[in-house]
């Protein structure tokens, strides 16, 4: 079964404080691994993917896959990170998106 | 910088009616997603077009959902009847190509309430 598992729904970080929000995922074969991020008020958009190999506004994501997991990490959290996050991973048969719970970062000074 | 348009941007609706959503995809994009997005989930594929072709829609609850695309531009999403759990967020989404890896570009969504 393909899946997408965020185990938190919120987490709470100070200013400056690292920040690692976890997502796991079953799939069979090889991932295409996404985060997507949701500011207030605005659309759901694409933050990075994970066969880009890239960092956007600070954050990285590494592709596990003896683990099976993709966690989003940013070493100092500001306070304009505070979103909604998805995980979400390109299902078998095309390009449309399984996507996580999502997670809820909240950053505070 | 072109966007996904959505309308209407909220609809509310009482059970057993019709209901009836629209989406402008960005200007060129093959691939058109219908998502929903029930409350405190992440959204859920219902429909996937390919130009004016369904790719994928083995999660539409085809007795009362259905989507076309008639011209491969623009696309609608019909409920009738709408039931009290169809109440969602529903996400429009458009790509350029149809490969893997591919990013997809949401609109704002409709957020739907049935009464």
């Known amino acids: 079964a393909q899946r997408v598992t965020q185990p938190e729904k919120l987490l709470s970080v100070f200013k400056g404080a690292p920040v690692e929000l976890k997502c796991n995922y079953s799939?069979?074969?090889?991932?295409?691994l996404f985060w997507y991020v949701q500011y207030s008020r605005q659309r759901l958009q694409l933050l990075l993917r994970?066969?880009s190999r890239e960092s956007i506004k600070g954050f990285t994501a590494d592709l596990n896959k003896g683990e099976t997991s993709f966690h989003l990490k940013k070493p100092f959290a500001q306070e304009e990170d505070s979103a909604m996050y998805y995980c979400?991973?390109?299902?078998?048969?095309?390009?449309?998106?399984?996507f996580g719970k999502g997670t809820t970062l909240s950053v505070s000074s | 910088e072109a966007e996904v348009a959505q309308s209407p941007r909220y609809k509310i609706t009482e059970k057993s009616q019709a209901v009836a959503f629209w989406c402008d995809p960005i200007?060129?994009?093959?691939?058109l997603y219908w998502y929903r997005q029930i409350l405190g989930q992440g959204p859920e594929l219902l429909v996937q077009?390919?130009?004016?072709?369904?790719?994928?829609d083995s999660q539409l609850p085809k007795d009362r959902f259905s989507a076309e695309r008639l011209k491969g531009v623009d696309s609608t999403l019909k409920i009738q009847p709408a039931e009290l759990g169809d109440s969602a967020m529903y996400l429009c989404?458009?790509?350029?190509?149809?490969?893997?890896?591919?990013?997809?570009?949401f609109g704002q969504g409709t957020r739907l309430t049935v009464v």
């Open positions: 989404a458009s790509s350029r190509f149809s490969a893997r890896g591919t990013e997809a570009f």
């Open positions: 799939y069979s074969g090889s991932p295409e």
């Open positions: 994970h066969i």
């Open positions: 979400a991973l390109a299902n078998q048969a095309g390009t449309a998106l399984i």
């Open positions: 200007s060129g994009h093959a691939t």
């Open positions: 077009f390919q130009d004016e072709s369904v790719v994928d």
